[in-house]
Nanobody, 124 residues
Framework: RVQLVQTGGGSVQAGGSLRLSCAVS????????MAWFRQAPGKEREGVAA???????KYADSVKGRFTISQDNAKNNLYLQMNSLKADDTGMYYC??????????????????WGQGTQVTVSS
């Protein structure tokens, strides 16, 4: 069965960097769109970055130029490098994977497979 196990996250001051990892089992990147979502307290979960099966990437406007999504096909890992972090980046971050049409890449309801979540806290 599909499993996504997240590592990384933590607390950092504004301007700092963090890296999230998502180890994926039971399928190959050739089949699944993969994405990172986040949810701040009192807010809806939102798409942050996504990567399609052909390597196409997109980012939420709020993180463009600061976050980088990547994947390691050999080890089945998904990453999110977060630089120049802001207090508004605080939240629970989740990786997600599924056979998703690209136009639905930032729709959380389109994904069945989720990581357990990891907290990112940015202090100003």
């Amino acid at each position: 069965r599909v499993q996504l196990v997240q590592t990384g996250g933590g607390s950092v001051q504004a301007g700092g960097s963090l890296r999230l990892s998502c180890a994926v089992s039971a399928f190959t990147y050739s089949d699944f769109c993969m994405a990172w979502f986040r949810q701040a307290p009192g807010k809806e979960r939102e798409g942050v970055a996504a990567i399609d099966t052909d390597g196409t990437i997109k980012y939420a406007d709020s993180v463009k130029g600061r976050f980088t999504i990547s994947q390691d096909n050999a080890k089945n890992n998904l990453y999110l490098q977060m630089n120049s972090l802001k207090a508004d980046d605080t939240g629970m971050y989740y990786c997600a994977a599924d056979r998703v049409s690209w136009w639905l890449a930032f729709h959380d309801s389109a994904y069945k497979h989720w990581g357990q979540g990891t907290q990112v806290t940015v202090s100003s």
